[in-house]
């Protein structure tokens, strides 16, 4: 188990819990991430502050403070 | 395909000066392109005035018309042009899905001054104009993050200013040092702009951030009409302000330069200028005459009664009118000094003779803190009420005049002061 903040590039995985509360849980919801959705990790910006991810065929962008909320098993 | 453009757009190394180099491609385009019809504008309304004038004359209604409505209406319907341009790229951007990744480039960098991601669409927006930089401060979801971006767009120098910087810095720094300044004087304005940022947020709106958590919409390629239509609606709105309120605010000007009227004074100057003897003591006898009229007019007597606010840093009634005579719009800012150093009012920033009388009248000192005070202070009339408007209430537009008087204010006293040991 690890959280998705510490994925690298590349990587693969399967969420299996999200930390996150009210709102933000509503919108990670709402963009497919949920317990049990595949996770690929496709890139940062500088010092990871921003990530991108690929929840199914969607593409998001999170902060690594958000991803620090989300753990992932990897594949 | 998505994948194959954003290991190049968002690279970790390249994806910064990529996008920097194509928003500076499209500034270049904006100014560069724009001002080929912005000439035939010009000469467009210079020849209405023109024409007005045969038709209603020389007296006040001609030059109410003339002077007043169409040079103030013509100034700023001249820059459709860069406008149109600059939508143009802004929308390409947008609707290509390339603007999201900006945002995920950019926040990390933002973040740290407690602005969003998205803060920047806004912010580069407002080096054109305000109006639509506050106008697309709508991007941004949560309320403190909005009104944060809001409260430091006017910070970016809007095009508005460049006049102003132009004339002083071609006045008091040497020809080949000029352009650096005026890159600093933008450079130095966006900093202090994310330093604002940054204290607003520590001290005024507090609260935790809004998390970044967006869908990065695949590229495609931008529908023609969709393009159309916003760059459309664009063009007609900037007209219909330029219609509505910038003529109401340029007869007022007008008015306030013009009234009251001293029929003696008048006349005694009609008699002088009927004996003169060459064209050039007509000439120098007509501004003469618009100098001691002006010192009596409307317009004189406020930047008199607010003198007494602006003498810590450096400014005598003249400049602090100018400044006042700004809050209609940023462009009034070198007319008024035009007219106010008896010249006439048909000076731009590249008239020699302003320069020189500047560069003779005004101290170094007063100069700088000019520059600083025109950088910082409240945006113009019409941007001040979209900002109302986007911030949902008048109340913000009171502190917002607070917040930057008192930065324009400060810091050109530092300024001055500082420049007044060199």
Redesign the interface.
Do not use: N
């Given at each position: 188990m690890i959280m998705l903040s510490e994925m690298n590039p590349g990587e693969q995985g399967i969420v299996s819990k999200i930390d996150a509360q009210g709102?933000?849980k509503q919108?990670?919801f709402s963009?497919g991430l949920r317990k049990g959705s595949q996770i690929k990790m496709?890139?940062?910006?500088?010092?990871k502050?921003?990530l991108?991810v690929e929840v199914g065929s969607?593409?998001?962008?999170?902060?690594y403070?958000?991803a620090k909320m989300i753990q992932v098993k990897r594949v | 395909m998505?994948?194959k453009i954003?290991?190049i757009l968002?690279h970790?190394v390249f994806?910064?000066p990529i996008f920097v180099v194509l928003m500076w491609s499209l500034f270049q385009l904006t100014f560069e392109l724009g001002s080929i019809p912005m000439e035939w504008i010009d000469m467009f309304f210079v020849a209405l005035g023109v024409y007005i004038k045969t038709i209603f004359g020389e007296g006040a209604l001609g030059s109410l018309l003339a002077d007043g409505a169409l040079s103030g209406v013509g100034a700023v319907v001249m820059f459709l042009p860069n406008i149109v341009i600059l939508f143009l790229g802004i929308a390409l951007l947008e609707t290509t899905g390339y603007m999201?990744r900006v945002?995920?480039?950019l926040?990390?960098?933002f973040?740290r001054f407690g602005l969003h991601?998205k803060s920047f669409i806004p912010l580069v927006t407002g080096f054109g104009c305000s109006v639509p930089a506050y106008m697309s401060a709508r991007t941004l979801k949560n309320n403190k993050d909005r009104l944060i971006t809001l409260f430091i767009i006017g910070f970016m120098s809007c095009g508005a200013k460049l006049p102003v910087y132009v004339l002083f810095v071609g006045a008091f720094f040497p020809k080949e040092q000029a352009g650096n300044v005026l890159f600093l004087i933008y450079i130095a304005g966006a900093l202090v702009g994310l330093l604002a940022a940054k204290f607003l947020k520590l001290f005024v709106f507090k609260g935790v951030d809004e998390?970044?958590?967006?869908?990065?919409?695949?590229y495609r390629l931008p529908s023609l009409k969709l393009i159309w239509h916003t760059v459309v609606i664009k063009a007609i709105l900037y007209l219909q302000k330029a219609g509505t309120f910038i003529l109401a605010a340029s007869m007022l000007i007008w008015f306030a330069s013009n009234y009251p009227k001293y029929p003696e004074i008048e006349a005694a100057y009609a008699q002088k200028i009927e004996l003169a003897q060459s064209d050039e003591a007509k000439v120098s006898l007509e501004n003469e005459q618009a100098k001691v009229l002006l010192e009596k007019s409307f317009l004189a007597m406020i930047g008199k009664s607010t003198e007494g606010l602006f003498a810590p840093i450096g400014l005598d009634w003249k400049m602090t009118v100018a400044l006042e005579s700004g809050l209609a719009a940023k462009e009034v800012v070198v007319s008024t000094l035009g007219v106010l150093y008896a010249l006439g009012a048909e000076v731009d920033e590249e008239s020699e003779g302003l320069l020189e009388v500047i560069q003779k009248e005004i101290p170094f000192a007063s100069a700088v803190s000019f520059i600083i005070f025109v950088m910082f202070y409240l945006p113009c009339m019409a941007a001040s009420i979209v900002f109302a408007k986007e911030s949902g209430s008048y109340k913000y537009l009171v502190y917002l005049f607070v917040f930057t008087t008192l930065i324009a204010w400060g810091l050109s006293f530092i300024g001055y002061r500082i420049a007044l040991y060199m």
């Open positions: 709102e933000l919108r990670l963009l496709k890139a940062s910006s500088i010092a502050s921003t991108e969607t593409l998001l962008a999170l902060r403070e958000e | 998505t994948e954003d290991a968002i970790k994806g910064i999201a945002a995920f480039l926040d990390g960098f973040h991601g998390p970044f958590v967006m869908e990065m919409p695949k």
